[in-house]
């Protein structure tokens, strides 16, 4: 099945700000947007946001994220040790009537 | 809190079966579509299959498509993965997965290994 695309990894030092991408197309990310997963080793994934910039409560302020067309973003600034992890994008495939995922970006705070 | 809980995971041999459950609380359970999404050792996440609300509608990838059924008892706010004629490349952690405009709560996930 059609996926959506992710760098393997970002490596930023603490402190600074991180900017993880996500390429669909029309049917996916540039349709409904995307989500974000946040997934530490051994751990379930975590959604920090929804429908582009939609955040659950409790979710910090210091992830945000946006859409241009195809294209999604997550921006976390302020890296922390905690914020070492995998990170997902996912969106609704309208052509497939199915969820796809990007294949992970794994985040490294220097 | 919002909670789901997945179990049957296990070990079996290539071609066996093993069925998954996924209980749920918290929430108005028949409100929301349920998915399962899998994901292999070091690897990432892959969606498997979703049921609607009512039980009637579902879909699978087409990698398990015609071998794995969903299911859900929404008077046991639970849902199902029947899986049959298990493969190697099926192992993997099978997460239950809540959709609310997004895939929002997982659960913590059951272990499937298929191995001979």
């Known amino acids: 099945q059609a996926g959506l695309t992710q760098p393997p990894s970002v490596s930023r030092d603490l402190r600074q700000t991180a900017t993880l991408t996500c390429i669909g197309d029309?049917?996916?990310?540039?349709?409904?947007?995307a989500a974000w997963l946040q997934q530490h080793q051994g751990h379930p994934p975590k959604l920090l946001s929804y429908?582009?910039?939609n955040r659950p409560s409790g979710i910090s302020e210091r992830f945000s994220a946006s859409r241009s067309g195809n294209t999604a973003s997550l921006t976390i600034t302020g890296l922390q040790p905690e914020d070492e992890a995998d990170y997902y994008c996912?969106?609704?495939?309208?052509?497939?009537?199915?969820?796809?995922f990007g294949g992970g970006t794994k985040l490294t705070v220097l | 809190e919002v909670q789901l809980v997945e179990s049957g995971g296990g070990l079996v041999q290539p071609g066996e079966s093993l069925r998954l459950s996924c209980e749920a609380s918290?929430?108005?359970?028949?409100?929301?579509?349920m998915h399962w999404v899998r994901q292999a050792p070091g690897k990432g996440l892959v969606w498997v299959s979703h049921?609607?609300?009512?039980?009637?509608?579902?879909n699978y990838a087409g990698s398990v498509k015609g071998r794995f059924t969903m299911s859900r008892d929404n008077a046991k706010n639970t849902i199902y993965l029947q899986m049959d004629s298990l493969r190697v490349e099926d192992t993997g952690v099978y997460y239950c997965?809540?959709?609310?405009?997004?895939?929002?709560?997982w659960g913590q996930g059951a272990m499937v290994t298929v191995s001979s």
């Open positions: 997965t809540k959709e609310a405009g997004s895939l929002e709560i």
């Open positions: 918290g929430f108005t359970f028949t409100n929301h579509w």
């Open positions: 049921i609607d609300g009512d039980g009637i509608a579902t």
């Open positions: 029309s049917n996916t990310v540039g349709n409904q947007g």
């Open positions: 429908r582009n910039n």
């Open positions: 996912s969106a609704w495939d309208s052509s497939l009537s199915a969820w796809v």
